[in-house]
C-alpha cells in the first residue's frame, strides 16, 4: 500500500517562494505508472485542484489560478513529487495535499470527491503573510 508524506510547508510573505515536498513509499513498483497531483484545502472552502503531472513526467495540467506562477515535478527514482509556488499570495494559503491514483492528470483535476482518489497524504500548511 503506497503512503504519502508532504513536507516543507511554512510561511513566507506575499511575492516570495516555497517548495513542497511529497514523498511516497510503499512496496517496490507500487508507485509506477501513477499520477501525482497537488490539492489545497483553504479554511471554510472546499479542496480544489491544483496541479497533477503523469507518471513520466511528460504531462502536466494546472489549476488556472496557479498557472504560471507554480511548477509541479517529480522524481521517480526518488519516489517524490514536488510543487514549486513562486510569486505566492495570501490567497494560496492552504493545506496542500498530496495524492496518487492512476488517472491522467486530467482526471485528477476531473475529481470532485475526495473517495475518487486512491491515496493521499496528511498535508502541509502553507501560509502566506500580506
Known amino acids: 500500500q503506497v503512503q504519502l508524506v508532504e513536507s516543507g510547508g511554512g510561511l513566507v510573505q506575499a511575492g516570495g517562494s516555497l517548495r513542497i515536498s511529497c514523498a511516497a513509499s510503499g512496496p517496490s513498483g507500487s508507485m509506477y505508472g501513477m499520477a501525482m497531483a497537488w490539492f489545497r484545502e483553504a479554511p471554510g472552502k472546499e479542496r480544489e485542484f491544483v496541479a497533477a503531472i503523469s507518471w513520466s513526467g511528460s504531462a502536466t495540467k494546472y489549476a488556472d489560478l496557479v498557472k504560471g506562477r507554480f511548477t509541479i515535478s517529480r522524481d521517480n527514482a526518488k519516489n517524490t513529487a514536488y510543487l514549486q509556488m513562486n510569486a505566492l499570495k495570501p490567497g494560496d494559503t492552504a493545506v496542500y495535499y498530496c495524492?496518487?491514483?492512476?488517472?491522467?492528470?486530467?482526471?485528477?483535476?476531473?475529481?470532485?470527491?475526495?473517495?475518487?482518489?486512491?491515496?493521499w497524504g496528511q498535508g502541509t500548511q502553507v501560509t502566506v503573510s500580506s
Open positions: 495524492a496518487a491514483d492512476m488517472r491522467t492528470t486530467q482526471g485528477m483535476a476531473d475529481t470532485h470527491t475526495k473517495d475518487e482518489i486512491r491515496t
